[in-house]
């Protein structure tokens, strides 16, 4: 394939994923006593038994390399009202948890809020192309009804909930 063809169907590959609503969390790991953290709408739930879920991350992400070298992560799953904290935690730098409130819990930072949390241990790590796909067993969980913050067309937006 050539080169053109190749940068053509990535953008329209792009172009097609933004059609895709996806929901929008911060994945959050520990450097010692330093809490890290990014945003990521490639995530989702995988299995029953054990309950468990799948985040993809860049294989250059300084996350990714934190989370393999402590084998936990968290997964703060943003409600429709908290664009401003994924914006927060999508762009770069170290200093993503300066003004947010948060609290350690089960060893990986929980952001306050945030309607869905998870706490994970790395079950296993899968090469897939420019990511690596990070499986994780479920070994806390809590949340609450509320609409959940999702990515669409490029711009943050909500579902809402019908009874």
Same mark, same amino acid.
């Given at each position: 394939?050539?080169? %053109?063809?190749?940068?053509?169907?990535?953008?329209?590959? &792009? @172009?097609?994923? $933004?059609? +895709?609503?996806?929901?929008? *969390?911060?994945?959050?790991?520990?450097?010692?006593?330093?809490?890290?953290?990014?945003?990521?709408?490639?995530?989702?739930?995988?299995?029953?038994?054990?309950?468990?879920?799948?985040?993809?991350?860049?294989?250059?992400?300084?996350?990714?390399?934190?989370?393999?070298?402590?084998?936990?992560?968290?997964?703060?799953?943003?409600?429709?009202?908290?664009? %401003?904290?994924?914006?927060?935690?999508?762009?770069?730098? &170290? @200093?993503?948890? $300066?003004? +947010?409130?948060?609290?350690? *819990?089960?060893?990986?930072?929980?952001?306050?809020?945030?309607?869905?949390?998870?706490?994970?241990?790395?079950?296993?790590?899968?090469?897939?192309?420019?990511?690596?796909?990070?499986?994780?067993?479920?070994?806390?969980?809590?949340?609450?009804?509320?609409?959940?913050?999702?990515?669409?067309?490029?711009?943050?937006?909500?579902?809402?909930?019908?009874?």
């Amino acid at each position: 394939m050539a080169v %053109a063809e190749v940068e053509s169907l990535g953008e329209a590959f &792009r @172009d097609a994923m $933004a059609s +895709v609503c996806t929901p929008v *969390a911060v994945i959050t790991a520990m450097d010692g006593e330093r809490p890290h953290g990014t945003t990521v709408s490639a995530f989702a739930s995988l299995s029953m038994s054990p309950p468990s879920l799948l985040v993809s991350l860049d294989r250059g992400s300084e996350l990714l390399a934190l989370i393999q070298a402590a084998g936990e992560f968290g997964v703060n799953v943003l409600g429709y009202d908290q664009s %401003a904290l994924a914006a927060c935690f999508a762009r770069k730098g &170290r @200093d993503k948890f $300066a003004d +947010v409130d948060w609290v350690l *819990a089960e060893g990986v930072p929980r952001l306050a809020g945030a309607p869905g949390w998870f706490a994970c241990e790395v079950m296993q790590a899968v090469e897939a192309a420019d990511h690596i796909v990070v499986i994780g067993r479920v070994r806390a969980v809590d949340s609450t009804v509320a609409a959940p913050l999702t990515y669409h067309a490029r711009t943050f937006g909500t579902h809402h909930i019908t009874s």
